[in-house]
C-alpha cells in the first residue's frame, strides 16, 4: 500500500531519483518495500503530511503536501545512495553520522513561496505574488498563515477580473494579503475561530458545518501544508475583501 500511494504522489508531481530501485535492489539491508516505508516515516515526522489514522499507518485520505513529500522522497534517495556507497566501499556509516543526515532530512522543509512555486496547481497564485511582488515576502522567515486559491479558483472569476487584478498591483496586493493571517495557524485551530485578521486589515469570517470549513465563502479543501516559515491551507475560491 506505502509503494502504490508514495509512487504515485510522487511521480505525479515530481521526477525523483529514476535509480532508486535498482540501488535498493542492490542494497541488500533495504528492501523497495522498506525504502517506500521509510520515505513515509520521514514524511511523517517532518511534519509534511497529515492524514496519520488511529494506527499511526499512513491514510491517503488525508492531506498530503506534494510538492514537500516528493522532495523528502527524493532526500531520503540520497541517504540509501549514500549507505550504499559506503557498504560498496567497505566501510559503515555511524550511528552519528546516520542520526546527522536524517535530522539534515527533517529540517530541511520548503518555505510557502517554494511550496507554490513547484506546486501545479498553485500557477496562478504565483504570478498574482510575483506580479504583487510578494513573493520574496513568503520565502523569508516570517511565519503567515495563507488561504491559497487553486487555479481553478482563479478560472472561477468572472471573465476579466484576472486580468484586471493582474494589471492593478495596488488592488492586487489588496486582495492577496486578505487571503494571509500574520502566524501558523493550523486547521485545529481554523475550526476553532469565528474570524482572523489579515495582513490587509480586514477579519476574515470561518465557519465550520461538520466536516466543511468555510472562510468567507470559500471552501477549505486541503489543509496543514507545512513549510518552514507557516502554514497553508488551499480554498476553492479567491476572496475578495
Avoid: C
Wanted: charged share 20%; hydrophobic share 50%; no cysteine.
Amino acid at each position: 500500500m506505502f509503494k502504490k500511494v508514495i509512487a504515485g504522489v510522487a511521480l505525479a508531481t515530481m521526477a525523483f531519483s529514476a535509480g532508486v530501485m535498482a540501488n535498493t535492489s542492490m542494497f541488500a539491508d533495504v528492501s523497495a518495500d522498506d525504502w517506500f516505508a521509510g520515505g513515509v516515516m520521514f514524511s511523517a515526522e517532518s511534519g509534511l503530511m497529515t492524514g496519520q489514522g488511529e494506527t499511526g499507518n499512513f491514510d491517503p485520505s488525508g492531506s498530503v503536501n506534494r510538492a514537500q513529500l516528493a522532495v523528502v522522497l527524493e532526500r531520503y534517495d540520497a541517504y540509501i545512495d549514500a549507505k550504499l556507497n559506503a557498504k560498496m566501499e567497505g566501510e559503515m556509516m555511524t550511528e552519528e553520522e546516520e542520526q546527522m543526515m536524517e535530522e539534515e532530512m527533517m529540517e530541511e522543509m520548503m518555505s510557502i513561496a517554494g511550496i507554490v512555486m513547484a506546486d501545479e496547481d498553485f500557477e496562478t497564485l504565483l504570478a498574482a505574488l510575483e506580479a504583487a511582488g510578494l513573493d520574496e515576502m513568503f520565502a523569508g522567515e516570517t511565519e503567515y498563515t495563507v488561504f491559497a486559491p487553486n487555479d481553478a479558483a482563479f478560472e472561477a472569476l468572472e471573465e476579466g477580473a484576472l486580468e484586471a487584478l493582474l494589471a492593478d498591483q495596488e488592488e492586487l496586493t489588496r486582495v492577496l494579503q486578505y487571503h494571509v493571517v500574520p502566524g501558523s495557524v493550523m486547521a485545529s485551530s481554523v475550526i476553532e475561530m469565528d474570524s482572523a485578521t489579515t495582513l490587509e486589515g480586514s477579519d476574515l469570517t470561518i465557519s465550520v458545518d461538520g466536516e466543511m470549513v468555510m472562510v468567507d465563502e470559500a471552501t477549505v479543501l486541503q489543509t496543514d501544508i507545512m513549510a518552514s516559515n507557516g502554514v497553508i491551507h488551499v480554498i476553492d475560491s479567491v476572496l475578495m475583501p
